[in-house]
C-alpha cells in the first residue's frame, strides 16, 4: 500500500507533470505527498529571474535578480578576465523566496489533482541526496519525479540526479517525462 509519495519539484514542466501523478496517486490511495524543493544554486541570476517571472515572483525578487545581474555586468566590465563573465551566487534568501512560490504553486497544483494531505519541504544541498534523505526520512512508499529540470545545463543535471536517485533509492522510483 502507498502511504507516502515524495514529489521534488523545481518548476520545471517535467516537475509539474511530476507533481500532478503523484498527487493523482496521493488522491487515490488516500496517501501523503511531500513536495520537496531544493534550493537552486546552479542556476545563474539570470535563469532565476525568468523563472521568478514565470511563477509570479514580487517585484522585490525581481528587482534583486536585476541588482545581482547588474553587480555580475560591473565586475566583468572591471576585471582582468579579458570580459569573461564573472558569475555571483544567487543568495540563499531569495532561492528560499522563489522555493516558496514554486512549492505553493505544487501544493495548489496537488490539491486540485484530489490530494489532500500535503506537506512541504524547502532544503539545501545536494538534489539527489535531498530526494533520498526525504525519501528515508519520511518513510516514503515511492518518489514521483521529472526526468528534467530548467535549462539545457539543468536537464543535463537532473537527468543525472533521476537516475542516481533511482539507482539508490530503496522505494519504488517513478520518472515523468
Same mark, same amino acid.
Given at each position: 500500500?502507498?502511504?507516502?509519495?515524495v +514529489? =521534488?519539484? /523545481?518548476?520545471?514542466?517535467?516537475?509539474? $507533470?511530476? #507533481?500532478d501523478?503523484? !498527487?493523482?496517486i %496521493?488522491? *487515490?490511495?488516500?496517501?501523503?505527498?511531500?513536495i520537496?524543493h531544493?534550493?537552486?544554486?546552479?542556476?545563474?541570476?539570470t535563469d532565476v529571474?525568468?523563472?521568478?517571472?514565470?511563477?509570479?515572483?514580487?517585484?522585490?525578487v525581481i528587482?534583486?535578480?536585476?541588482?545581482?545581474?547588474?553587480?555580475m555586468?560591473?565586475?566583468t566590465?572591471?576585471?582582468?578576465?579579458?570580459?569573461?563573465?564573472?558569475?555571483?551566487? +544567487? =543568495?540563499? /534568501?531569495?532561492?528560499s523566496?522563489v522555493? $516558496?512560490? #514554486?512549492?505553493?504553486? !505544487?501544493?495548489? %497544483?496537488? *490539491?486540485?489533482?484530489?490530494?489532500?494531505?500535503?506537506?512541504?519541504?524547502?532544503?539545501?544541498?545536494?538534489?539527489a541526496?535531498?530526494?533520498?534523505a526525504?525519501?528515508?526520512?519520511?518513510?516514503?512508499?515511492?518518489?514521483?519525479?521529472?526526468?528534467?529540470?530548467l535549462?539545457?545545463?539543468?536537464?543535463?543535471?537532473?537527468?543525472?540526479?533521476?537516475?542516481?536517485?533511482s539507482?539508490?533509492?530503496?522505494?519504488?522510483?517513478?520518472?515523468?517525462?
Amino acid at each position: 500500500m502507498i502511504k507516502t509519495i515524495v +514529489v =521534488p519539484t /523545481d518548476g520545471s514542466d517535467h516537475a509539474n $507533470k511530476a #507533481i500532478d501523478l503523484g !498527487a493523482d496517486i %496521493a488522491g *487515490k490511495y488516500g496517501a501523503r505527498i511531500v513536495i520537496l524543493h531544493v534550493l537552486m544554486h546552479h542556476m545563474s541570476a539570470t535563469d532565476v529571474k525568468i523563472l521568478s517571472r514565470e511563477i509570479g515572483a514580487p517585484a522585490s525578487v525581481i528587482a534583486k535578480l536585476e541588482e545581482l545581474e547588474q553587480s555580475m555586468l560591473d565586475a566583468t566590465m572591471a576585471s582582468a578576465t579579458g570580459g569573461a563573465p564573472i558569475m555571483l551566487p +544567487v =543568495p540563499s /534568501d531569495i532561492l528560499s523566496e522563489v522555493g $516558496k512560490l #514554486i512549492t505553493d504553486k !505544487a501544493v495548489e %497544483a496537488a *490539491k486540485a489533482k484530489g490530494a489532500s494531505d500535503v506537506a512541504v519541504q524547502i532544503v539545501d544541498g545536494s538534489a539527489a541526496e535531498a530526494i533520498l534523505a526525504a525519501a528515508e526520512t519520511e518513510h516514503a512508499d515511492m518518489i514521483v519525479m521529472g526526468s528534467r529540470g530548467l535549462g539545457k545545463f539543468a536537464d543535463l543535471f537532473m537527468g543525472g540526479v533521476s537516475h542516481k536517485v533511482s539507482h539508490l533509492s530503496s522505494c519504488t522510483c517513478v520518472t515523468v517525462k
